[in-house]
């Protein structure tokens, strides 16, 4: 069975551009999360989809917005990009929302440089 | 957020050694993971716990929930080279659907 899939692997956007980010989940699940992991630290929690709708929301700026479509892929869209955006952003798809949520599988990520 | 304190930082140790890292909170997690990230990939979840004293085993992987639920403990036997990596924890606060995670244990086997 296929992992959590994630592309683009790379981008290189400039400062104020905008990018969007894609995730398809592990078959089965039907909770998407997304992280960002900056250089040299942990994953840092962005945003939680479950169902379509949003479950839960980090300490990010509303330059950052994501979805979930019916098929339970998902995009990360970042607006206004700046310098400080330059992070490996990670999805993460679980089965359930409830419960032992915390057992969450990964994707390679996408690795975001901003010049 | 919540901050995760994880040590050591940085290990490195010959291969056969045993290891030992650990991970602290201020506040009162219901789950602790540990997870393991090879460069250019994502992390890979080793061991999930559950409750307050839980021991839990995957092969030379050893983790323990601790008893006041502030701190999590992971051990590696018998090490290998393989095992270099970072190692993170994580704890997801009771009721909350997301995860907190540590500064990461970057780990050294030597052959």
Redesign the interface.
């Known amino acids: 069975d296929a992992g ?1 899939t994630q592309s683009p692997t790379h981008l290189i956007k400039t400062r104020g551009q905008q990018v969007t980010l894609r995730c398809s989940p592990i078959s089965g699940h039907k ?1 998407v ?1 997304w ?1 960002q992991q900056v250089l040299g ?5 962005i945003f ?1 989809y ?1 169902e379509k709708e949003e ?2 929301r ?2 990010f700026p509303d330059r950052f917005s994501a979805r979930q479509f019916p098929n339970y892929s998902s995009e990360l869209n970042v607006n206004a990009l700046l310098l400080g955006d330059s992070a490996l952003y ?1 999805c ?1 798809s679980s089965q359930f ?1 409830g419960g ?10 996408s690795r975001l440089t901003v010049l | 957020g919540q901050q995760l304190n994880q040590s050591p930082q940085s290990m490195f140790i010959q291969e056969g050694e045993d290891v030992s890292m650990n991970c602290t909170s201020s506040s009162i997690f219901n789950t602790w993971l540990w997870y393991k990230q090879d460069p250019g990939e994502g992390p890979v979840l080793l061991i999930a716990l559950y409750k307050a004293g839980e021991l839990t085993s995957n092969g030379r992987l050893t983790a323990q929930f601790g008893i006041t639920r502030k701190d999590s403990f992971l051990n590696i036997s018998a090490s290998i080279p393989s095992d270099v990596g970072i190692y993170f924890c994580a704890g997801q606060l009771p009721g909350a659907n997301n995860l907190f995670f540590g500064t990461g244990t970057r780990l050294t086997v030597i052959p």
Do not use: D, I, M
Not at chain 1, 41 to 45: E, S, V, Y
């Open positions: 959590v909770s999360s992280y630290q942990g994953p840092q929690f939680q479950y479950r839960g980090g300490n990670l993460a929302l032992n949520t915390g057992e969450l599988f990964f994707g390679e990520g």
